[in-house]
């Protein structure tokens, strides 16, 4: 017997292709992502054929039975997104739209999942986005959707802009090179006299405590071993020796080059999931 393509693979398919359909007659772009990706499009957006500077990814979710997300009398949708999931996306800077296409209707609606219309319910095993059942994905809404994207796009590059200026007058004030890595969640002073200092902050601190601890050490040996340790990784490997990393999931990955070896040490992902494993002091 002939394997059976599932119908929540047809859905799915479907769903996409209705939300092309959406953007293209806006005249914006909607790249389709790959599997290995959590996001499902990568949209441009298009001013009267021009290009502008704001994209946004996509979510896309499908449902024949639309009434099983919605309670009696209410007027939104309660679709429920995996936790880990949702930490993924709160990470974006590009904003990220959970888009639900009801075949029975047609109809398409959405909502920004960093900034939703109405507060996130976190109280059950999945966190469930409210989806107001009026953001239709029609011209009106695709306006609006726009206007949330360059707002977000906007606000971020005035952040950005604000934390440049207050790191240029550190280093005025220090005479000093002042750089400050927020996602690594460390700042880098370099002295006129060419010493160089560092303090950690967040995720990177919280690391660095747990494995001095571990090691009975201070937090500046630690990093210092940390440090030496990537530096005979990258030696072991230009010898021809590959790398087993294990990613926070369990996952292993065979890392045959540098290259490999640092696109894994840099996965914010994996980095986040270490840390949240480890134990509050």
Known sequence: ???????????????????????????????????????DLLVRIFDDGEATPYTFYVQAKSTETLSRYVKKGSDYVRYPIAFDHLEHWLKFSDPVFLIIWDRETGSLMWDMIQEPSLPLDTSGV?????????????????????TQTVSRHKRLNREQRGSEVLLDLLSKSMN?????DSQAGILVIEHHDGEMSLQLFGATLKLMRWIAKERN????EAFRQTIHSGAENILSIEAGTPYEYRHSDGSVTTCH??????????STDDYVGWVEEMPDE
Not at 176 to 180: E, L, R
Not at 217 to 220: A, K, N, Q
């Open 126 to 146: 999945k966190a469930k986005i409210l989806v107001p059942r009026r953001n239709a994905l029609d011209r009106s809404g695709l306006e609006r959707l726009r």
């Open 1 to 39: 017997m002939s394997p059976k393509r599932p119908r929540s693979h047809l859905n799915a398919d479907l769903s996409i292709a209705k939300m092309q359909e959406a953007f293209a007659l806006q005249g914006w772009t909607a790249e389709t992502l790959g599997k290995d990706y959590g996001e």
């Open 257 to 266: 080059t540098v290259e490999e070896w640092l696109r894994c040490t840099a």
């Open 176 to 180: 000093a090179k002042v750089d400050y």
């Open 217 to 220: 050490t201070t937090v500046e």
